[in-house]
């Protein structure tokens, strides 16, 4: 009998002046092993449960839950059932993130290092959606690329304090 189980993995580049990658992805029986981003990871849950340590601590993301890496972070994960685990996942260049970010920032502070690896934030979520969305569409507008990272870095400056 065939195997159902499948792993199905996306990579999307984005053009335009944002430097960006998306993933889509489903996996039923791959695990990652331990690796760092030279980006900064931002990802929502779609489906199933991803299980995965950074740093050292454990976690487990439920759909709509956000999981953000930052440049350097070591990582791994894996489905954390026997069903398949789907998310999106935006890799930003450094280059392009945290001038966006100090630029939205309120405070002085320039370090760009995100606190949160593991959280709840539907507005977030609807932004790598869209992100996803746009990177998928025939016609790709690089304004609405840029407006949508826009939006992103605002949100992590809030959820920062520093907006």
């Known amino acids: 009998m065939p195997s159902t189980r499948s792993n ?5 580049n984005v053009t335009g002046g944002i430097h960006m990658t998306i993933l889509n992805a489903v996996m039923s029986d791959f695990s990652y092993a331990s690796h760092a981003h030279e980006e900064f990871a931002i990802g929502i849950t779609l489906q199933g449960i991803q299980e995965f340590s950074c740093n050292g601590s454990r976690f487990r ?3 709509g839950d956000i999981i953000l890496f930052n440049p350097g972070d070591v990582h791994n994960g894996n489905p954390g059932t026997g069903d398949a685990l789907k998310y999106v996942m935006l890799y930003i260049d ?3 993130l945290s001038p966006l970010l100090q630029g939205v920032s309120q405070s002085e502070k320039r370090e760009c290092r995100l606190p949160e690896t593991h959280f709840d934030d ?8 869209e992100m996803s969305r746009l990177a998928g569409a025939r016609k790709q507008s690089s304004f609405e690329h840029e407006h949508c990272v826009q939006n992103v ?3 992590l400056a809030q959820r920062m304090g520093i907006f």
Request: proline share 9%.
């Open 153 to 155: 870095a605002e949100r």
């Open 61 to 63: 993301s439920s759909p």
């Open 8 to 12: 199905h993995f996306q990579f999307m």
């Open 122 to 129: 539907p507005y977030l979520g609807s932004l790598i959606l």
């Open 94 to 96: 450094t280059a392009d």
